[in-house]
């Protein structure tokens, strides 16, 4: 096994001097631990075969923290308080890097730190991201780190248990070190019916030729006009001269979206779709790696807004690829609304939170991300997950309530789901089961089918159908202001179907609960919005690459992030302008009398997101947020001032 912990060459004379220290040795006795992505908590269980070969090509990126925090919150607030002076002016990129970014200095210095070992570098824009490229042994080097390769569930990767550490000088600037550990953690927010019950459907209900659809699924007209969209389409706002940004980990063919677009009659310029490569792009398309997610976000962006051109980054699964996509997509400032339906649990970015310690930086990464978006006026969104209250399950395994990341961070728009009316189903009515009225996303109402369905018992059933919007509350970040003296945030009502049991590794469930009620934790509450994400009244995806054409029932708030972005540049095409930062807006629409969204707020065993219901008369729900919007309303609020 190498060594790589030593003092550094004396070559680096010049970059002690800009980093103000006055030799090696001082170098090596003046170092500070760095914090990394999600690494330590997959690192500390993964099984080490060997040192990583000191040839093998190594990406890092280096995550600075922002100036002026403090200035920076206030200045995103006042770009979206009408009678403000700085309403809906936006920065640039190099005004945000001038007022915000770290200086041409600290890059620099921390630049040609690194270049004295070889390793390559190129600073974002924004001062706030540096891309590192070298080999395993010039990172261990420069670190005092030694790369293993190591195994996880199936996952070989490189990755250190050493905590790595930089000079004092060079520390100090630096929020997170991301990539020393290339594992991928992140899943898409995509779920699919049960194979088994797709079977059964009629031939026209599961398959369809490249210009006809298959029958009975929600279309972008039918959702249109559930959440009337449709007033700004028939007033010709298509998103013309607007650009929408999907950020995603898996790569897409965009021959497939020009196909799902004209089989619903909707048509599309042939060069609306850009594809940018990430740190090298996110590799072949394929199902394994999730395609079928971005596959998804760019129909259903890109259906809702047919004349906006779409730019899709595509990063490796990795959490440097994760992050330098939002920082290439946001420092490059060409689009006007942003989304992602990718993520992980608050528990596997934390694992530190079942002891209550402090909070890991790496979610602070996407914080400031969302916070350069929001200074710059680009309205983002974030699908929250697919596991109910419970979006630990997804990754880790554990049972605690969680919230997924990055959809948790105050200063993007948590995309919620819902199911709709059993009438907008091609299998509901079929199996027995009746939905009166648009209701929380979570498969509860199957559960009492677990006879019929051959189950051993309800509860093994209930497992089997685990599923539902991913709401609730953070345990990293704080309330945000937009969310203070708005009812039905600070308390809930919950329904128990699940029991949390050896300490958070299993479920006890319970068939028959009783509505509870409950406090606040006192952090982020999320989502903000919600639409239509159950897979039973969901969608089609079309894509030859991927599934030799059509494939149905599917859901998910995968869907429900790119529709708000689609549903963004509308908005903005009608105002004339970017609209910026969503949430302080919405917030303050729907406390008014002429509220643009409808709650889903009636407390029950039959509007849950397996765990938290609405309470009467309130505006917001855990599971579901604001409600629903009516999105031509909402155009409208945006315009008035």
Do not use: C
């Not at 700004?232 to 940004?245: A, E, K, N, R």
């Not at 980054?313 to 420092?331: K, V």
């Not at 729900?621 to 629903?628: D, E, H, R, V, Y």
């Amino acid at each position: 096994m190498r060594n790589a912990r030593f003092a550094l060459a004396s070559a680096a004379a010049l970059v002690f001097a800009t980093i103000g220290l006055s030799s090696a040795g001082a170098l090596a006795a003046n170092r500070t631990a760095v914090a990394q992505g999600t690494a330590s908590a997959v690192v500390d269980s993964a099984t080490v075969f060997g040192s990583t070969p000191s040839n093998t090509p190594v990406t890092v990126s280096i995550v600075l923290k922002t100036r002026n925090a403090g200035q920076l919150q206030g200045f995103i607030q006042s770009t979206v308080t009408p009678g403000s002076a700085n309403y809906r002016k936006f920065l640039s990129t190099p005004q945000f890097a001038a007022q915000y970014g770290q200086s041409p200095e600290t890059i620099q210095a921390i630049e040609q730190y690194f270049q004295q070992y070889g390793i390559t570098s190129s600073a974002y824009a924004d001062n706030l991201d540096i891309t590192l490229n070298g080999t395993a042994g010039q990172f261990d080097q420069a670190f005092s780190v030694v790369l293993e390769n190591m195994s996880y569930h199936g996952q070989n990767f490189h990755g250190t248990k050493d905590a790595p550490t930089l000079p004092n000088q060079v520390a100090s600037s630096i929020l997170a070190v991301l990539g020393l550990t290339n594992y991928s953690p992140f899943s898409s927010t995509a779920v699919q019916v049960p194979q088994s019950q797709l079977s059964a459907l009629p031939t026209s209900k599961k398959s369809g030729t490249p210009s006809q659809p298959p029958q009975g699924w929600m279309s972008p007209q039918s959702m249109e006009q559930r959440y009337n969209v449709t007033p700004l389409v028939q007033s010709g706002d298509l998103g013309q001269g607007q650009t929408l940004g999907i950020v995603t980990l898996a790569s897409v063919n965009p021959s497939d979206a020009y196909t799902y677009w004209k089989a619903y009659g909707i048509p599309s310029a042939r060069n609306r779709v850009t594809l940018v490569n990430v740190d090298g792009g996110a590799g072949a398309v394929s199902n394994s790696a999730g395609s079928g997610e971005t596959t998804l976000d760019v129909e259903q962006s890109g259906a809702i807004a047919p004349d906006a051109h779409i730019i899709v980054y595509q990063a490796p699964n990795t959490d440097y690829g994760f992050a330098d996509a939002f920082f290439n997509a946001i420092s490059a400032n060409q689009a006007g609304s942003l989304s992602v339906s990718w993520g992980e649990s608050e528990t596997a970015v934390n694992y530190y939170i079942a002891q209550k310690e402090e909070s890991p930086n790496y979610a602070q990464v996407f914080n400031e991300a969302y916070q350069e978006a929001a200074a710059q006026g680009i309205s983002t969104f974030a699908a929250t997950g697919d596991y109910g209250a419970y979006q630990a399950t997804s990754d880790l395994g554990t049972t605690n309530l969680a919230v997924g990341n990055p959809a948790d961070s105050p200063y993007v728009t948590a995309a919620g789901g819902t199911t709709l009316p059993s009438s907008y189903s091609p299998i509901l009515p079929q199996i027995g089961v009746t939905i009166g009225q648009e209701r929380a996303w979570s498969w509860d109402y199957l559960f009492p089918l677990w006879q019929e369905f051959g189950a051993s018992s309800e509860a093994s059933w209930a497992l089997q159908n685990f599923a539902g919007s991913n709401g609730g509350y953070s345990v990293i970040f704080p309330q945000p202001s937009y969310q203070n003296g708005v009812s039905g945030v600070d308390t809930y009502h919950a329904v128990p179907w699940f029991t949390p049991t050896n300490n958070n590794t299993a479920f006890s469930f319970n068939p028959s609960p009783i509505v509870i009620q409950g406090q606040s934790n006192g952090g982020r509450a999320m989502p903000d919005l919600s639409m239509d994400a159950d897979p039973y009244t969901g969608y089609a995806i079309y894509s030859k690459s991927l599934f030799g054409g059509w494939s149905v029932g599917w859901g998910g708030t995968s869907f429900v992030a790119p529709q708000l972005n689609g549903i963004a540049a509308l908005i903005n095409e009608k105002v004339g302008s970017r609209t910026g930062f969503w949430n302080p807006q919405i917030y303050r629409f729907a406390q008014t009398a002429t509220s643009p969204f409808t709650p889903l707020d009636a407390s029950g065993t039959t509007n849950d997101n397996l765990y938290y219901t609405g309470t009467p008369g309130t505006l917001y729900n855990p599971a579901t947020g604001l409600g629903t919007p009516n999105v031509a309303a909402l155009a409208n609020a945006f315009v008035k001032r």
